[in-house]
């Protein structure tokens, strides 16, 4: 079975650790691949045996050598002390948030965080006894002056899946140092290849596993890793809820991560260029993308990641709802959905204006967030150009 450790027996170079970590074949008769274990029974030959709750596989919703090579994978990566995986993003979420709050706590969420983790505070959060309060995104080591007696954890998304602001994670936890607070990130746009927020002071790092891991838009899965402060009521929590992934979908997740590298190096630069081509064109209001020097926080991605990833957002000018019906219905490579980090390009429209609660939207015009994929540049450009172009003609523009 992989090993529990997280100090690779091999040079630690992102490629190779993507392509070792987590597999041993010489425990699988030679096989490349960890097989699929579809198991929940385990049985033991003797009642000591059965009585040994050192023995690592007790029951399968204890985990599987596959799923322990995946959370290796992920661990190594984030530079956690420990992983634990969920059937999807928000299943991981709502995990990570019940380790580390009870009846009574607060939690402070930024205001640009994604859609289902603020209904999650706003509903079973809220029924639990736990408050949650949204802060501007961009407010850095001032969450200091923001937090209560009672808050118990503060829950970062960076960049913001919607409107990509950057939060400065060395100031926030730096600002939280000595206080009982955990602060969570979900890192699913950048991966652990192009940020690492365990290492800027964060306690536990999240990913929406089915978007950029998995790569092809057909598996739901989460993960969780913790440092070792976060860890053991990260695994009692985890354990208590019954929180598992199939056996199914973390293979395919483990086959997933064998190629992220050279996937999110595609992405990145296929995002970025397409980012520039938007910004050239007239009409277009603005484009957010933390990797464009024109974004106002151009400087913290600069400082803090290595990369970028494959979604951004761009706005037009305000129009009827007809106008952006005219630009999304024809397009022709572009598909419309709420995911993203698959292999085929996608578009959403939205209006983060209805959402915010901290920090009003001021851009007046509509948000389009694009997820880009690997067709051919110039056919992406194309579609998107003609879908402008008849959001202004519906316009009347």
């Keep these: 079975m992989p090993s529990s450790s997280n100090k690779p027996p091999y040079p630690a170079g992102i490629e190779t650790l993507l392509t070792h970590a987590g597999r041993v074949p010489s425990d699988q008769a030679g096989f490349v691949n960890t097989p699929v274990y579809r198991g929940s029974t385990v049985v033991f030959e003797t009642l000591d045996a059965l009585e040994d709750n050192s023995i690592r596989y007790r029951y399968g919703r204890q985990g599987t050598p596959l799923t322990t090579?995946?959370?290796?994978?992920?661990?190594?990566?984030?530079?956690?002390?420990?992983?634990?995986?969920?059937?999807?993003?928000?299943?991981?979420?709502?995990?990570?948030?019940?380790?580390?709050?009870?009846?009574?706590?607060?939690?402070?969420?930024?205001?640009?965080?994604?859609?289902?983790?603020?209904?999650?505070?706003?509903?079973?959060?809220?029924?639990?006894?736990?408050?949650?309060r949204f802060f501007d995104p961009r407010m850095g080591a001032g969450i200091a002056e923001?937090?209560?007696?009672?808050?118990?954890?503060?829950?970062?998304?960076?960049?913001?899946?919607?409107?990509?602001?950057?939060?400065?994670?060395?100031?926030?936890?730096?600002?939280?140092?000595?206080?009982?607070?955990?602060?969570?990130?979900?890192?699913?746009?950048?991966?652990?290849?192009?940020?690492?927020?365990?290492?800027?002071?964060?306690?536990?790092?999240?990913?929406?596993?089915?978007?950029?891991?998995?790569?092809?838009?057909?598996?739901?899965?989460?993960?969780?890793?913790?440092?070792?402060?976060?860890?053991?009521?990260?695994?009692?929590?985890?354990?208590?809820?019954?929180?598992?992934?199939?056996?199914d979908d973390t293979y395919l997740t483990t086959r997933g991560m064998r190629t992220l590298a050279v996937r999110m190096a595609e992405h990145r630069d296929r995002a970025l260029e397409l980012a520039r081509w938007l910004e050239a064109q007239e009409g277009v209001s603005a484009v957010l993308h933390p990797a464009l020097s024109?974004?106002?926080?151009?400087?913290?991605?600069?400082?803090?990641?290595?990369?970028?990833?494959?979604?951004?957002?761009?706005?037009?000018?305000?129009?009827?709802?007809?106008?952006?019906?005219?630009?999304?219905?024809?397009?022709?490579?572009?598909?419309?959905?709420y995911s993203w980090g698959g292999f085929e390009s996608l578009i959403l429209p939205s209006r983060p204006a209805n959402i915010r609660t901290a920090v009003p939207w001021t851009e007046t015009g509509n948000l389009f967030r694009v997820h880009v994929g690997f067709e051919d540049m110039e056919g992406l450009e194309a579609d998107l150009a003609g879908g402008i172009s008849r959001y202004f003609k519906a316009a009347g523009m």
């Design 69 to 132: 090579g995946l959370e290796d994978i992920v661990s190594q990566l984030e530079g956690a002390e420990g992983t634990v995986l969920a059937p999807s993003g928000v299943a991981a979420i709502s995990t990570a948030l019940l380790s580390c709050l009870s009846a009574g706590d607060e939690v402070l969420i930024t205001d640009s965080v994604y859609q289902p983790t603020r209904d999650l505070a706003d509903t079973v959060l809220k029924r639990l006894g736990v408050s949650a």
């Design 294 to 337: 024109s974004h106002p926080d151009h400087a913290l991605f600069a400082r803090d990641f290595s990369g970028s990833g494959s979604l951004f957002s761009f706005v037009l000018p305000p129009a009827p709802r007809a106008a952006i019906a005219a630009f999304v219905d024809e397009l022709s490579l572009f598909g419309m959905g």
């Design 146 to 247: 923001i937090v209560s007696d009672t808050t118990r954890a503060v829950f970062l998304e960076s960049p913001g899946s919607l409107t990509f602001e950057i939060q400065d994670i060395p100031a926030i936890t730096g600002a939280l140092r000595g206080m009982d607070i955990t602060t969570l990130v979900d890192n699913s746009w950048a991966t652990p290849l192009f940020y690492r927020p365990l290492a800027l002071g964060a306690d536990i790092v999240i990913h929406s596993g089915t978007k950029m891991f998995v790569g092809h838009s057909d598996v739901m899965l989460g993960t969780v890793s913790a440092n070792a402060r976060a860890l053991p009521n990260l695994k009692k929590t985890h354990r208590s809820l019954g929180i598992t992934a199939s056996p």
